[in-house]
Nanobody, 127 residues
Framework: QLQLVESGGGLVQPGGSLRLSCAAS????????IGWFRQAPGKEREGISC????????HYADSVKGRFTISRDNAEKTVYLQMNSLKPEDTAVYYC????????????????????WGQGTQVTVSS
């Protein structure tokens, strides 16, 4: 069973940066795509970024493109989300999730394709 644990959330001022981590443990294979999702109060959970298992393909939602960067270190079983130029509208609980349905060079931000989820980490952007 794969377990995912997010960390790195917190309170940051507008324009600031945070780096989220998603650490995998348990029955680990390298063929998981990883997605980052977020959910603000009263809103649907949205997929904001994903990275293929090979790390060669990444995708971003328009709302974060150019500000967020996803990366992975398979040796460390960790995926990162570097978030720069944060805005108040980025405030949400951030989740990472894993999927094995994609090829090694593809990923998608569809939450229904992801089977394993972390518990989430709160990100608050406020002055």
């Amino acid at each position: 069973q794969l377990q995912l644990v997010e960390s790195g959330g917190g309170l940051v001022q507008p324009g600031g940066s945070l780096r989220l981590s998603c650490a995998a443990s348990g029955f680990i294979r390298d063929d998981y795509s990883i997605g980052w999702f977020r959910q603000a109060p009263g809103k649907e959970r949205e997929g904001i970024s994903c990275i293929s298992s090979s790390g060669t393909s990444t995708h971003y939602a328009d709302s974060v493109k150019g500000r967020f960067t996803i990366s992975r270190d398979n040796a460390e079983k960790t995926v990162y989300l570097q978030m720069n130029s944060l805005k108040p509208e980025d405030t949400a609980v951030y989740y990472c999730a894993a999927s094995r349905i994609y090829s090694s060079t593809y990923c998608d931000r569809n939450k229904y394709d992801y089977n394993y989820w972390g518990q989430g980490t709160q990100v608050t952007v406020s002055s």
